[in-house]
């Protein structure tokens, strides 16, 4: 079974916007983690570097000057001692006289650059990041005002550094600390999303499978009690498109059997005439006379079937929705004076006046957006129509009215008929329906053909009377007057 490329999974969509997130949240987790467990690690630190930074300098600016200078300053040996007593970093000092000259501690250790303008506040504890010997260190450092020079603005340098080992370690296992517990949290978090989707979207495998358990002539709606309220809105369309579905279903099936029924009778007709045509040329009976009228019977029933077949390719073709898109200018003054003209040799067998009014075929101004032959068939169906109901020397006339403001072209064909009463107009436009007190031998699809083309062309479609009942004359009804209005445009000057 071969697989849509652009079919895709909604439980898969969802579960990407669900863990997609996850996941690029996570590594900026673990960046953030990393940053914070630094400062966290690196402020107890930097206060004990600081202790020992500013100790020192209280020694240093204790130092008794002799004979006005200031001697070379000499660590104790157990503070020395303790400085260098760290198992895990090593600690550098050095101390700068006034005129900055190394008095004692390490020469490697670089000496801050001020910068323009800047003030040198006196026991301000500042720090710094700096490297000796290739390795990183962190500078805790201060000026130290000396004892007994009050007002002077000499003063003496003091910074204490050490590496970081210690805080790399306190960092690494504040990490490990945070983010281990994340490592079992996460495919946890990823399973119960995994679940939860599961749960949440079987409702609609459960939908899925009281459908596909469905009879296919099961067109009644689904239940919707046992359905989440986000998937409700697409089963009400459902249940509508089966409940129109059901309906020409219907309709199609009520359709199909009239068919059947009124092709049985003129069939029956057929072979009736056929099998006593037979048994009188058997029997030896036979006459040319009633073989002629056999004949005759058999052609009549013969083209009355043909014309109903003929009736319901032309409703086929008017509900192909396909056909009816395929459209262009239709002249419709042409279309109606060559319907008329193939029309004129039967009116005149049933002494019927059958004309034609409007502009001819050159001298139309408008033209309609449709389908030529459906067009036709429509003005057929008008005009066969008119011609079966009108007596003899009644009058049927097809006329042709374009709006002068190049809106609309308007079809019109009238009779001196019977009439329709107003109860049964909208019921002349159902498939095989006769008008009661006619004994009009037709097929009973001409009239639901012109409605449905109407329909697939958007126009608009009246019945009405020619005239009152009181004034139509003697021997003659009110008569039928059919007007189609189609949307048009003036013709477009080549």
Same mark, same amino acid.
């Given at each position: 079974?071969?697989?849509?490329?652009?079919?895709?999974?909604?439980?898969?969509?969802?579960?990407?916007?669900?863990?997609?997130?996850?996941?690029?949240?996570?590594?900026?987790?673990?960046?953030?983690?990393?940053?914070?467990?630094?400062?966290?690690?690196?402020?107890?630190?930097?206060?004990?570097?600081?202790?020992?930074?500013?100790?020192?300098?209280?020694?240093?600016?204790?130092?008794?000057?002799?004979?006005?200078?200031?001697?070379?300053?000499?660590?104790?040996?157990?503070?020395?001692?303790?400085?260098?007593?760290?198992?895990?970093?090593?600690?550098?000092?050095?101390?700068?006289?006034?005129?900055?000259?190394?008095?004692?501690?390490?020469?490697?250790?670089?000496?801050?650059?001020?910068?323009?303008?800047?003030?040198?506040?006196?026991?301000?504890?500042?720090?710094?990041?700096?490297?000796?010997?290739?390795?990183?260190?962190?500078?805790?450092?201060?000026?130290?005002?000396?004892?007994?020079?009050?007002?002077?603005?000499?003063?003496?340098?003091?910074?204490?550094?050490?590496?970081?080992?210690?805080?790399?370690?306190?960092?690494?296992?504040?990490?490990?600390?945070?983010?281990?517990?994340?490592?079992?949290?996460?495919?946890?978090?990823?399973?119960?999303?995994?679940?939860?989707?599961?749960?949440?979207?079987?409702?609609?495998?459960?939908?899925?499978?009281?459908?596909?358990?469905?009879?296919?002539?099961?067109?009644?709606?689904?239940?919707?009690?046992?359905?989440?309220?986000?998937?409700?809105?697409?089963?009400?369309?459902?249940?509508?498109?089966?409940?129109? /579905?059901?309906? $020409? @279903?219907?309709?199609?099936?009520?359709?199909?059997?009239? %068919? +059947? =029924?009124?092709?049985?009778?003129? &069939? !029956?007709?057929?072979?009736?005439?056929?099998?006593?045509?037979?048994?009188?040329?058997?029997?030896?009976?036979?006459?040319?006379?009633? /073989?002629?009228? $056999? @004949?005759?019977?058999?052609?009549?029933?013969?083209?009355? %079937? +043909? =014309?109903?077949?003929?009736?319901? &390719? !032309?409703?086929?073709?008017?509900?192909?929705?396909?056909?009816?898109?395929?459209?262009?200018?239709?002249?419709?003054?042409?279309?109606?004076?060559?319907?008329?003209?193939?029309?004129?040799?039967?009116?005149?067998?049933?002494?019927?006046?059958?004309?034609?009014?409007?502009?001819?075929?050159?001298?139309?101004?408008?033209?309609?957006?449709?389908?030529?032959?459906?067009?036709?068939?429509?003005?057929?169906?008008?005009?066969?129509?008119?011609?079966?109901?009108?007596?003899?020397?009644?009058?049927?006339?097809?006329?042709?009215?374009?709006?002068?403001?190049?809106?609309?072209?308007?079809?019109?064909?009238?009779?001196?008929?019977?009439?329709?009463?107003?109860?049964?107009?909208?019921?002349?436009?159902?498939?095989?329906?006769?008008?009661?007190?006619?004994?009009?031998?037709?097929?009973?699809?001409?009239?639901?053909?012109?409605?449905?083309?109407?329909?697939?062309?958007?126009?608009?479609?009246?019945?009405?009377?020619?005239?009152?009942?009181?004034?139509?004359?003697?021997?003659?009804?009110?008569?039928?007057?059919?007007?189609?209005?189609?949307?048009?445009?003036?013709?477009?000057?080549?």
């Amino acid at each position: 079974m071969a697989v849509n490329s652009e079919q895709r999974s909604l439980f898969g969509e969802i579960l990407d916007w669900l863990l997609a997130p996850l996941l690029v949240i996570w590594p900026v987790s673990v960046a953030l983690t990393w940053l914070v467990a630094q400062g966290i690690a690196a402020r107890p630190y930097d206060r004990e570097l600081g202790e020992m930074a500013r100790n020192l300098g209280l020694q240093v600016a204790a130092v008794k000057a002799e004979n006005g200078k200031r001697s070379r300053y000499a660590l104790a040996p157990e503070a020395a001692a303790l400085l260098r007593a760290d198992a895990n970093d090593t600690v550098y000092y050095q101390v700068l006289g006034l005129r900055g000259e190394l008095l004692n501690g390490d020469a490697q250790l670089p000496v801050p650059e001020l910068e323009p303008g800047q003030t040198i506040v006196p026991w301000a504890l500042n720090f710094r990041d700096e490297e000796v010997a290739g390795e990183p260190v962190r500078v805790a450092y201060l000026w130290v005002a000396p004892e007994g020079m009050a007002g002077s603005t000499q003063m003496m340098f003091v910074q204490v550094a050490e590496t970081l080992g210690k805080r790399a370690r306190l960092t690494n296992d504040i990490i490990k600390g945070v983010i281990l517990p994340q490592f079992v949290i996460l495919p946890l978090a990823v399973l119960l999303v995994w679940m939860a989707l599961a749960r949440g979207i079987a409702p609609l495998n459960d939908l899925q499978r009281r459908i596909r358990s469905r009879e296919s002539s099961d067109l009644s709606p689904i239940d919707e009690r046992r359905i989440p309220d986000e998937v409700a809105p697409l089963v009400r369309a459902i249940n509508d498109l089966l409940q129109r /579905l059901d309906q $020409s @279903l219907s309709a199609q099936k009520h359709f199909l059997a009239d %068919a +059947a =029924h009124q092709l049985k009778t003129p &069939l !029956a007709g057929l072979r009736t005439q056929a099998e006593f045509a037979q048994r009188e040329i058997d029997e030896g009976r036979s006459s040319p006379a009633e /073989l002629k009228r $056999s @004949l005759q019977h058999i052609s009549l029933s013969s083209q009355r %079937a +043909a =014309h109903m077949v003929n009736q319901l &390719l !032309a409703m086929a073709r008017a509900e192909d929705q396909e056909h009816a898109m395929r459209r262009s200018e239709v002249n419709l003054s042409e279309l109606a004076i060559e319907t008329v003209r193939d029309f004129v040799p039967r009116a005149m067998d049933k002494r019927i006046d059958l004309g034609f009014e409007g502009p001819d075929e050159s001298g139309s101004t408008l033209r309609i957006n449709g389908q030529p032959l459906l067009i036709r068939e429509l003005i057929r169906n008008l005009v066969d129509n008119a011609l079966l109901y009108t007596p003899e020397h009644g009058t049927v006339t097809v006329r042709v009215v374009e709006d002068p403001f190049g809106q609309v072209s308007v079809l019109q064909v009238e009779d001196s008929g019977p009439g329709i009463p107003e109860s049964e107009r909208e019921k002349v436009f159902q498939p095989f329906y006769r008008a009661l007190g006619t004994n009009v031998d037709g097929s009973g699809l001409g009239l639901a053909i012109v409605r449905e083309i109407v329909q697939q062309h958007g126009a608009e479609l009246t019945l009405d009377e020619t005239r009152s009942r009181r004034e139509a004359p003697e021997g003659q009804g009110p008569g039928a007057r059919f007007t189609v209005r189609f949307a048009a445009h003036p013709l477009l000057q080549g």
